[in-house]
């Protein structure tokens, strides 16, 4: 297998991160090149021109928001509304159902904008829930092994 990964990461305490890190690791191991772009180095203008199939890692603050480092990206993209037909992605957001109405919200609200601006899912999303006790880099790589390297 060959291929090229752009993970993008939305994190405010860096656990959005380490899955992305788990994740390429994984990549490198099965002939994948990852690329990760922690998304506060991220333009709207940049994400159009990416090549390969996109991951989002998210985790959700506040009350269901996008992490800090992610806002200014999602708004611009909000704003801007580019077609997006040419891009394929898929999702894993991080979350805890201790706060049940907003579970997950920030991989969420990435996964209905590019829904939105026609971006193709590669594979069905994943939500982790932190409230489980369950490690999130552990069932991030189970995830994109089982359901998403064979889609790229
Ligand atoms: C102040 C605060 C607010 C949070 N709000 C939510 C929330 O609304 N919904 C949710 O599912 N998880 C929420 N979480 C849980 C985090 O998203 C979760 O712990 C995640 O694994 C953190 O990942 P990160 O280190 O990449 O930011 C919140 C956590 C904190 C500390």
């Known amino acids: 297998m060959s291929g090229n990964l752009d993970i993008c990461v939305a994190t405010m305490t860096g656990t959005a991160l380490m899955v992305a890190e788990d994740i390429a690791d994984f990549c490198r191991d099965n002939d994948v090149i ?11 203008e940049n994400f159009i021109e990416l090549k390969g199939p996109i991951l989002i890692t998210s985790s959700t603050y506040g009350q269901g928001d996008v992490p800090d480092n992610g806002q ?20 894993f957001g991080l979350g805890d159902m201790t706060y049940r109405d907003t579970f997950a919200y920030g991989g969420k609200k990435f996964f209905q904008l590019l829904s939105d601006l026609k971006a193709e899912l590669i594979g069905a999303p994943y939500y982790h829930d932190a409230s489980d006790g369950s490690l999130p880099e552990e069932e991030a790589v189970n995830w994109f092994k089982e359901n998403i390297i064979n889609l790229l």
């Open 34 to 44: 990852a690329n990760i772009i922690e998304m506060e180095n991220l333009t709207v």
């Open 72 to 91: 200014d990206f999602y708004k611009k993209l909000e704003e801007i509304s580019p077609n997006l037909s040419h891009i394929k992605f898929t999702v």
